[in-house]
């Protein structure tokens, strides 16, 4: 049973661009969402969080957006740079409960060309 | 520095072989866990650890086995590695459940 569903699988976008990556969860005791991005040969590292409190997370070109009634969230990336190129992970955990397994979803690839 | 350290980077073996990894954290965390990353970068975790006390023990082989002398340590050993073992092992750490991971670089295994 995947808890945690990541869309599309790869995406590539020109540099500029806005790249959505979306994200979905099973389980209603899951209350902390962070997004990690992975470059080639590295370990994922966080890039953004947010807990079902908020409906937005801001970070500069980096936003994610949440609907807890549809349990589904989205990162956007704005202006979109070469740099931004890695694997984003869409992740998510109880603070409470017993399940204490943060659980990620397969990824999303971003291309972003020049 | 504060940090989750791996050793080693890079372990090649061949099969029925045993291994071991090793994780050390100096961010001062509560729990630690092995996540296992595949050639399609799938995570998988393994185990977790709280202050020492297992709380996360997935279907994982019976082969493998975690050990902790501390909450700043936790290690991983393999017992017999099986070709399907071939993957990057990922220590991390968090403040508290359900927080933000702390990663460290990894171990790739190469099982021939």
């Known amino acids: 049973q995947q808890q945690v569903r990541q869309s599309p699988q790869s995406l590539t976008v020109w540099e500029g661009e806005t790249a959505i990556l979306n994200c979905s969860y099973e389980d209603s005791t899951f209350d902390y969402f962070p997004w990690y991005w992975q470059f080639p040969r590295e370990s994922p590292a966080l890039l953004i969080a947010i807990r079902p409190v908020s409906n937005k997370k801001e970070d500069g070109r980096f936003t994610i957006f949440f609907n807890k009634r549809e349990k589904k969230l989205s990162l956007h990336i704005t202006d979109s740079q070469p740099g931004d190129s890695a694997t984003y992970f869409c992740?998510?955990?109880?603070?409470?409960?017993?399940?204490?397994?943060?659980?990620f979803g397969k990824g999303t690839s971003l291309v972003v060309h020049p | 520095e504060t940090a989750v350290f791996q050793t080693p980077n890079y372990h090649v073996t061949q099969v029925g072989n045993e291994v071991s990894f090793n994780c050390k954290q100096t961010l001062g965390h509560d729990t630690m866990y092995w996540y296992k990353q595949d050639s399609k970068k799938l995570l998988k975790i393994m185990f977790s650890?709280?202050?020492?006390?297992?709380?996360v023990n997935e279907t994982v082989p019976r082969r493998f086995s975690p050990q902790s002398s501390d909450k700043a340590h936790l290690n991983l050993r393999i017992k017999s590695v099986e070709p399907e073992d071939s993957a990057v092992y990922l220590c991390?750490?968090?403040?508290?459940?359900?927080?933000?991971?702390?990663f460290g670089a990894g171990t790739r295994l190469s099982v021939l």
């Open positions: 650890y709280n202050n020492k006390q297992l709380i």
């Open positions: 991390a750490s968090s403040p508290d459940w359900g927080d933000t991971l702390y």
């Open positions: 992740a998510a955990s109880p603070t409470s409960g017993g399940n204490y397994k943060p659980t």
